[in-house]
């Protein structure tokens, strides 16, 4: 059973917005406003499922200010409506529905402070609301609050807000751009990669893959129109890979590094993409960027945990060695340099920097295994046992 004042919405948003998919994929990418209300009209539909009833009497000039809201909003009067719910939560804070009409009417009129206050409110009421979530997450977006923004985007995604691929697409990109902006490159391309296996696409998409790829916090407003034009280049080459069409992702990149020979950070995009598929073929495009750009830390530490990777831990002495002098902080670095150092006779400075890893990332799997690999050489049998035990539980 739905609130009695719902209906009406329920009509608009049917009209509107509940037509073939490829019609909604088309509107996500052709203009931001309707891009907004289709996300909105869709997480209505979404979220209005688990409402549970209004009060079965409400006073009489409750129920008219909430006909005179439902009409104003209907007929397109944006800022009445707006006045009217406002009224309406006031008379009566535990009115779920109002808080839902404001918070979607403030997000789609710009209006992101307010929309945030809306639908904290609501989740005050319905703490688990994934719909609420992502959209008091897309307005802390607007509003810069990023941090906040990454939480409620994450959070409503592991609630399923982004299960319906008409929701998916919105989310999902924000929340790459989130991640990538907060250094959490890898999780960034992961929800490329899943819209990308979708066929999903979005206005600077491709820039956002390019800026993740390239261990960039940017976003892609921020970058110079002249450089644009190479970003979107090296986006759709990675966008392809992405999406698992490997040899026209070869053909993009073979035909960016053959007109950019010196630019940098190319051939790392390219390097951190096969990474988690083929060390080596990894390895051979960290090595081209470093012809390029031979002090850049990402490189050699990519480069060295590759080699590490491969087995090569001689070879792979040199890039981190080298990496570590530029960012010694780095996690990466840390941990190429660590099991780099580790087996190659060098084992309590290895597990020092291996310690330091796991201290800030305790879910790190490589670095378990170096310290698993140190105590079996030490003929520290209880402890290589107990650090196995460890990778076992975080490779399931």
């Given at each position: 059973?739905?609130?009695?004042?719902?209906?009406?919405?329920?009509?608009?948003?049917?009209?509107?917005?509940?037509?073939?998919?490829?019609?909604?994929?088309?509107?996500?990418?052709?203009?931001?406003?309707?891009?907004?209300?289709?996300?909105?009209?869709?997480?209505?539909?979404?979220?209005?499922?688990?409402?549970?009833?209004?009060?079965?009497?409400?006073?009489?000039?409750?129920?008219?200010?909430?006909?005179?809201?439902?009409?104003?909003?209907?007929?397109?009067?944006?800022?009445?409506?707006?006045?009217?719910?406002?009224?309406?939560?006031?008379?009566?804070?535990?009115?779920?529905?109002?808080?839902?009409?404001?918070?979607?009417?403030?997000?789609?009129?710009?209006?992101?402070?307010?929309?945030?206050?809306?639908?904290?409110?609501?989740?005050?009421?319905?703490?688990?609301?994934?719909?609420?979530?992502?959209?008091?997450?897309?307005?802390?977006?607007?509003?810069?609050?990023?941090?906040?923004?990454?939480?409620?985007?994450?959070?409503?995604?592991?609630?399923?807000?982004?299960?319906?691929?008409?929701?998916?697409?919105?989310?999902?990109?924000?929340?790459?751009?989130?991640?990538?902006?907060?250094?959490?490159?890898?999780?960034?391309?992961?929800?490329?990669?899943?819209?990308?296996?979708?066929?999903?696409?979005?206005?600077?998409?491709?820039?956002?893959?390019?800026?993740?790829?390239?261990?960039?916090?940017?976003?892609?407003?921020?970058?110079?129109?002249?450089?644009?034009?190479?970003?979107?280049?090296?986006?759709?080459?990675?966008?392809?890979?992405?999406?698992?069409?490997?040899?026209?992702?070869?053909?993009?990149?073979?035909?960016?590094?053959?007109?950019?020979?010196?630019?940098?950070?190319?051939?790392?995009?390219?390097?951190?993409?096969l990474f988690p598929h083929d060390s080596s073929l990894a390895a051979d495009q960290l090595r081209k960027e470093l012809i390029v750009n031979p002090n850049d830390e990402n490189a050699n530490s990519m480069l060295a945990l590759a080699l590490v990777l491969g087995g090569q831990f001689k070879d792979a002495l040199e890039p981190a060695k080298r990496a570590y002098t530029f960012a010694p902080k780095l996690e990466i670095t840390q941990l190429a340099l660590g099991r780099a150092l580790a087996e190659t006779g060098d084992r309590e400075?290895?597990?020092?920097?291996?310690?330091?890893?796991?201290?800030?990332?305790?879910?790190?799997?490589?670095?378990?295994?170096?310290?698993?690999?140190?105590?079996?050489?030490?003929?520290?049998?209880?402890?290589?046992?107990?650090?196995?035990?460890?990778?076992?539980?975080?490779?399931?």
């Open positions: 059973m739905v609130f009695s004042g719902i209906r009406p919405v329920f009509i608009q948003y049917r009209q509107t917005l509940f037509f073939p998919c490829r019609q909604k994929l088309a509107l996500f990418t052709s203009h931001r406003a309707l891009r907004r209300e289709l996300a909105c009209g869709l997480l209505l539909a979404l979220w209005c499922g688990g409402l549970s009833n209004a009060r079965a009497q409400n006073t009489e000039s409750f129920s008219e200010i909430v006909s005179q809201a439902a009409a104003a909003r209907d007929a397109g009067d944006i800022p009445l409506a707006i006045g009217l719910y406002t009224r309406t939560v006031q008379l009566k804070p535990d009115w779920k529905e109002g808080w839902w009409n404001l918070g979607v009417l403030q997000y789609n009129s710009g209006q992101y402070a307010g929309g945030i206050d809306a639908f904290t409110h609501l989740l005050q009421l319905i703490p688990t609301a994934p719909p609420a979530m992502a959209l008091r997450g897309l307005c802390e977006f607007e509003t810069g609050a990023y941090d906040d923004s990454l939480r409620d985007l994450e959070m409503s995604v592991a609630h399923g807000a982004a299960n319906d691929p008409r929701n998916e697409q919105n989310i999902r990109f924000h929340l790459a751009q989130l991640l990538a902006h907060a250094g959490k490159f890898q999780g960034a391309l992961d929800q490329y990669q899943i819209l990308a296996t979708r066929q999903l696409t979005a206005p600077d998409m491709m820039i956002g893959i390019s800026l993740a790829g390239m261990w960039v916090r940017s976003f892609s407003t921020g970058i110079p129109e002249d450089d644009r034009e190479l970003y979107q280049a090296t986006g759709s080459a990675a966008y392809s890979f992405l999406g698992g069409n490997s040899q026209k992702a070869d053909d993009l990149f073979a035909e960016i590094f053959a007109s950019h020979p010196t630019t940098p950070h190319l051939h790392f995009l390219y390097g951190f993409l400075s290895g597990e020092e920097l291996l310690r330091k890893v796991i201290e800030r990332d305790p879910g790190s799997l490589e670095a378990h295994l170096g310290l698993a690999s140190i105590y079996s050489q030490n003929g520290n049998r209880e402890e290589a046992n107990h650090e196995r035990k460890i990778c076992h539980e975080l490779a399931k």
